[in-house]
């Protein structure tokens, strides 16, 4: 084997491990443990849903200019066209085209510091479970610019864009103050109430929500939260449903000809030792 060819294999190594490391580390920004969370992607109405609560609270920053409204509004229930053109599209976009913030580049960094990214393939980097969990986890930050911070995505910088649905979550420290008297949210697991309870009065960090400061109650929100998830998880590989359908047949398939090639095999042979 040549030298040039040995060294250019040492260079894919290195750039494809980069590349492993680099995307598996992405959402490594906290140490904040997870609510499990498992999209479903053969439900219809949660997909509609997240489309419909991305539309009016995530586009105006974040496009999806890999995805298509046109694509969109056929995967998901076959939605009329004129009917997404009337109730989805706010941009003055036509149907066949990538969706898009209506937000400059330009203003955007003005605003912000910085463009805010495209989400198309946020759910492929990261994974549904992260996306969820940072929907759920904003809570009040007066040192931050836009007075919000996140546990999931630590000094994170934009505003809460759900607030009035989610409600106002602050920081509490449990300390010595009777836990049963605290407003925990469901989200809240027991082993970690529990690990705060035997910490004292240093554990601070888990989140309690004000009552009546949002429009929507705890699980309506958490069903909010999943259904963006949800959406961005198809928007991410659309024909991921279609493929794993197919892929069915396809292994049944296989199965059926590895059964005919044993026999036909076993067959072949039987005749190859009487001669």
Not at 241 to 248: F, N, S, T, V, Y
């Amino acid at each position: 084997m040549s030298k040039r060819l040995l060294k250019l294999i040492r260079v894919y190594t290195i750039a494809l491990i980069t590349l492993a490391f680099g995307v598996s580390t992405l959402g490594a920004d906290s140490d904040w443990i997870m609510e499990s969370m498992s999209p479903n992607l053969d439900d219809t109405a949660s997909l509609q849903r997240g489309a419909n609560l991305y539309v009016n609270f995530c586009l105006g920053c974040h496009s999806l200019e890999h995805q298509r409204y046109e694509r969109t509004a056929d995967d998901l229930g076959e939605i009329p066209h004129e009917l997404m053109e009337a109730n989805v599209i706010h941009t003055g976009q036509k149907i066949g085209e990538h969706i898009q913030s209506a937000m400059s580049e330009e203003d955007a960094k003005a605003w912000f510091g910085a463009a805010p990214p495209d989400l198309t393939m946020v759910t492929r980097v990261r994974s549904p479970e992260w996306v969820y969990n940072f929907l759920l986890t904003f809570y009040e930050d007066s040192s931050r610019p836009f007075g919000v911070n996140n546990k999931v995505f630590p000094n994170v910088g934009m505003p809460h864009a759900m607030l009035s649905l989610q409600g106002i979550q602050e920081e509490v420290c449990f300390g010595n103050r009777p836990i049963d008297l605290l407003d925990v949210q469901a989200a809240l697991r027991q082993d970690r109430v529990d690990s705060i309870k035997e910490g004292g009065a240093e554990n601070c960090g888990e989140l309690s929500l004000i009552p009546g400061s949002g429009m929507f109650s705890t699980e309506e929100y958490e069903q909010a939260a999943f259904d963006i998830a949800n959406f961005l998880h198809y928007v991410g590989d659309p024909t991921r449903a279609e493929r794993e359908a197919i892929g069915k047949y396809v292994i049944g398939f296989l199965l059926i000809l590895l059964v005919l090639a044993y026999f036909l095999n076993r067959n072949y042979w039987k005749d190859v030792k009487k001669n």
